[in-house]
């Protein structure tokens, strides 16, 4: 696990030297334990490591036998045992005991194929010599990040977009539109970032870089056809079999290594199944709060004591968050709203202490069907066919009288959810996300931008993204096609951004066994019914696990890593959030209407609605414009 960095010319002239090691020490959390460069005629690569595996000698940049090929690599590729034993039987010859170096063999024998061959997460960059070509690739479901640009000729890359930053000749103009896009969906999704001509290489592409010219191109998407036609009790024995084998792969570590539990079904099955692959007991780690309907404590303390697991705790507070937004920030380079990210740098801190790898229940929700929205699509379609003087006037109005459920994890979201029910008609029906969302629609948008902005905007984008997505799944189904684009977007957008910025951040390294592509693949062909049954999400997964788990923690229903953010907004964060927003030295005077921003804090405020969602992305904005919106 490293952060990477580097820069290649459209010729064999020097690079800037000084530069790299600008964009190299940006990302030294990334990789505590030492760094390296490689300076050659066109090109110069960098990387920062956390050592995991081959400590004493798996040292970057590698290079092949002959030093025509060099490689930096952020990631763990799970496979590489077999990986290395095979490279050797073909002839091969090793210098560490690593997977950075089989990449490069990997290469010699399959050339720009060679990302087809890993089983795990990955960015890497790979400079041939003899070409005078650079190849990047990021892994297929975007668990490691690869921010790019050219600027006079040179392209520049790094794991992290403030070390990009660090480093380029020229200040990039803001994106106005991807700052729009946020606001609907608390992320800016790929391959945008908050800069024109910044992107990020998308999930499951590779890119190369020869004389001056860039391409991109997939190489890897879920394919939901065709299901499987197996009997039930072979579907469940497989799964079995693959979640176990993941689980066992994610063990490799040379390092401490322990796992989050949330307390949900996701983690639980993951500290389960180590607990049975492990000779020590497992180490966990658990965040809470002080208001205990968001808490998931007591019940990751249940599936800790049944397991014996050695168990910590850490309890956020609201006194927490000031200083915690500026180093979220910070480390993610972008606006960016999800709230959960709050206690996972604190989680990942506690850990920190402990361990260096931490295992996770990522990517369960995408794969299985876990999210609530995904029962309630159906019920909003049906409704829809509904006469409008019904679903545009009456039940609207009758809604709207239900008492405001505040941000409460369970009840709160769906009756939220069904108070929104006056706006399904203005949200196209393929943009799951953006119909039970609570961040910007539409019509809010265009309220807050300033004039001037809003006529250069197009407010509808974020959903047309969302929308393209669900219309190209390789997929039949209503549910299918949603997952396809939860795992194209949300996914690759905002919790895998969450996960490696908040972990990195900590240097510890994260590990997702559901987001294993064979899990994740092998899960995509399940039909629909194994997924979903009534109001029931993830059914084969619970019904596979049900023998590994307490029956209240099966029977619990999903909550999610939310947080009070709307009650904090509301109490003893509503001065400050008002500062940031309409103080003197507010840093989005300029783009919003001061009118609608008092409107959404005295709205909240008072109880009539809740707006803590939207105020914090607000919030993040503004402590984003600060840091880098100049």
Known sequence: MCGICGMAGRDRAAVDEAALRQMNAAIAHRGPDGDGFLLRPGVGLAMRRLAIIDVAGGDQPIANEDESLWIVFNGECYNFPEMHRTLQERGHTFRTRTDTECIL??????????????????????????????????????????????QAGTLYFASELPALLAALPHRPELDMQALDDYLSLQYIPEPRTPFVGI???????????????????????????????????????????????????????????????????????????????????????????????????????????????????????YGDIPATLADITRHIGEPFADPSALPLLHLARLTRQHVTVALNGDGGDEAFGGYWRYWLDPWADAYLKLPGVLTRRLLPAALRRLPDRGDKPVGGSVVNGLKRLETLAQIDRRASLLRW?????????????????????????????????????????????????????????DLLVKADRMTMAASLEGRSPFLDHEVAGWAARLPEQYKLRGRTGKWILCETFKDLLPPEILGRGKQGFGIPVGTWLRGPLAGWSRERLLGSASPLAGWFEAAALERLLAEHAAGRADHGKRLYALVMLAEWKMQFGG
């Open 105 to 150: 063999h990997l290469y010699e024998d399959h050339g720009d194929d060679c990302m087809t061959h890993l089983r795990g997460m990955f960015a890497f960059a790979l400079w041939d010599t003899k070409r005078n070509r650079l190849l990047a690739a990021r892994d297929r479901l975007g668990k490691k990040p690869f921010y790019y640009t050219v």
């Open 437 to 493: 969302g609570s961040y910007f629609s539409p019509v809010q948008k265009a309220v807050l931008w300033r004039p001037e902005f809003q006529a250069a905007l197009d407010t509808r984008n974020a959903e047309s993204l969302l929308a393209a997505a669900w219309q190209d799944a390789p997929a039949r189904g209503r549910l299918d096609r949603t997952l396809y684009g939860d795992n194209t977007t949300y996914l690759p957008g």
């Open 199 to 317: 992107h990020k290489l998308p999930a499951g592409h590779r890119l190369a870089w020869e004389n001056g010219e860039l391409t991109l191109e997939r190489y890897w998407a879920l394919a939901y056809e065709p299901k499987h036609t197996a009997p039930l009790p072979e579907l469940k024995a497989e799964l079995r079999h693959l979640l176990t084998e993941a689980v066992r792969m994610r063990l490799l570590s040379e390092v401490p290594l322990g796992a989050h539990l949330s307390g949900g079904i996701d983690s639980s099955i993951i500290v389960a199944l180590m607990a049975g692959l492990m000779d020590a007991p497992v180490k966990t780690f658990s965040v809470g709060f002080e208001e205990t309907a968001f808490s998931e404590l007591p019940h990751a303390r249940r599936v800790a004591e049944r397991y014996a697991t050695v168990h910590h705790e850490f309890t956020l507070t």
